[in-house]
């Protein structure tokens, strides 16, 4: 039998075997879930196989066979071991759920790459253009080049100290605001103002252990913020089937009790009494349309926090703000997951806005130092600092990612946030 059509076989076993089992033990939903990444991932895994065997030696061809038959398998157990969801030893993280996402993503990718080319590699087949279409070949590769960053990018965050400012500058049109990023975290004493760190999107899972998360927050708390705000999508699947491990993951927060603070996410809809939990065993305030008040060293705060809507968030937005309205002598800060709905805010409501929820954008060319992502000009802010009116929103590009290592350009964010306070607004 050919390694293209063992491949093949083992295709079609998880196409039929992984949704069968699926909606016989879990459910339908996540069964149409599992068939839908499977039909987006495999037929480009395949299509790229063969095209490579075409270009290796009878050796490496070997290696290559023996390397994707791994991918597909752990591609395939990974679906298989989400019906019972949970978090795994490492072994079984690195072996099957990393290098199944891995596998899964690379597949996407070449799918949509190779289906690009197509057009091109037919306008030249027609004209008979046989050097360009040999070239052509090896850009095949291109497709598992960028998976290959994408992977080193999704595993990292990058520490920073960001520095913006509550300027009186009121624009009539939603835009970018300047922001000081340095690539480091600061120390205790180099203050300028409101010092927060900011957590949103670190997605418990197989990507985000419970021991890389204490140590991300551990080393981020060296800083020693004024403030911790948490601004939701705590955990993914497996770290929704895993009682007490986001816990035992946010423990460092339980120095900051009464100084830490949280709003829900979409994805902590999904296991709200396990988010509500954990977050209140480490002294961690959960803001659900709700406010609190707290003093700093720089002055007193006014914090509200925003609950995830998908409907009529306009309204959702001004009853919160108007129920809740400024509080003299107060900085006045909200928390709000998703960044689409500062639009909604009322103009002057929010000195400043916290969210996260894109992931930064996901893919762009903030690696190189450019603000560009895919979300860019869209109704969702992706990453960093913006104005519109008086109000002011930063947007974190989050500590982790769900599912499958896309992040490419654009590295998960590890930061501390240095508030100049300028003109407060609720003196």
């Given at each position: ?73 752990s ?8 019906v ?17 996402q ?23 087949a027609?004209l ?18 960028i ?41 205790v ?19 985000q ?66 988010v ?55 900085l ?21 806005v916290?969210s ?26 992706d ?7 008086r109000?002011?929103l930063?947007?974190?590009r ?18 501390v ?6 003109i407060?607004?609720?003196?």
């Open positions: 039998m050919s390694p293209d059509v063992a491949l093949a076989g083992l295709a079609v076993l998880f196409l039929v075997g992984v949704p069968a089992h699926a909606w016989r033990t879990r459910s339908r939903a996540y069964a149409i879930f599992g068939l839908v990444i499977l039909c987006l991932s495999l037929p480009g895994a395949l299509l790229v196989h063969a095209r490579l065997r075409e270009l290796l030696a009878p050796a490496p061809r070997l290696a290559l066979d023996g390397l994707f038959i791994w991918g597909m398998a591609a395939g157990i990974h679906l298989l071991s989400l019972n969801a949970r978090l795994r030893a490492a072994p079984f993280r690195w072996l099957v759920s990393v290098a199944g891995t596998f899964l993503a690379a597949g996407f990718l070449s799918g949509i790459y190779l289906l690009a080319l197509l057009p091109l590699r037919g306008a030249l027609l008979g253009f046989e050097a360009p279409l040999d070239a052509l070949r090896w850009l095949d590769l291109l497709p598992l080049v998976a290959g960053v994408s992977v080193l990018t999704s595993s990292r965050v990058r520490p920073e100290l960001v520095r913006v400012s509550l300027d009186g500058h009121a624009p009539e049109t939603f835009e970018r605001a300047p922001v000081e990023r340095l690539r480091r975290h600061p120390g004493s180099e203050r300028r103002g409101l010092r927060i760190v900011q957590i949103t999107d670190p997605h418990l899972g197989p990507w252990p419970v021991a890389k998360l204490r140590r991300t927050l551990e080393r981020l708390f060296e800083s020693e913020p004024d403030l911790v705000l948490v601004t939701g999508d705590l955990l993914t699947m497996e770290g929704m089937g895993s009682p007490g491990a986001l816990a035992r993951a946010l423990a460092p927060l339980a120095r900051f009790s009464g100084r830490s603070f949280a709003c829900l996410g979409n994805h902590d809809h999904e296991a709200p009494d396990e509500r939990s954990a977050l209140e065993s480490v002294g961690v305030r959960l803001l659900v349309d709700e406010e609190a008040c707290v003093e700093t060293a720089v002055g007193s705060i006014q914090l509200v926090g925003s609950d995830w809507v998908t409907r009529e968030r306009e309204a959702h937005q001004a009853g919160l703000l108007a129920r809740y309205p400024r509080r003299p002598g107060h006045r800060l909200m928390l709000l997951h998703d960044p689409s709905a500062f639009a909604h805010v009322p103009d002057g409501a929010a000195d400043l916290l996260g929820h894109t992931h930064g954008g996901q893919i762009g060319l903030v690696s190189l130092g450019l603000d560009w992502t895919v979300l860019s000009g869209t109704r969702w802010p990453h960093g600092f913006f104005a519109l009116g109000n002011r930063y947007v974190h989050g500590t982790g990612f769900y599912g499958f290592p896309l992040r490419i350009g654009v590295p998960g964010e590890d930061s946030l240095d508030v100049d306070l300028g407060r607004r609720g003196d």
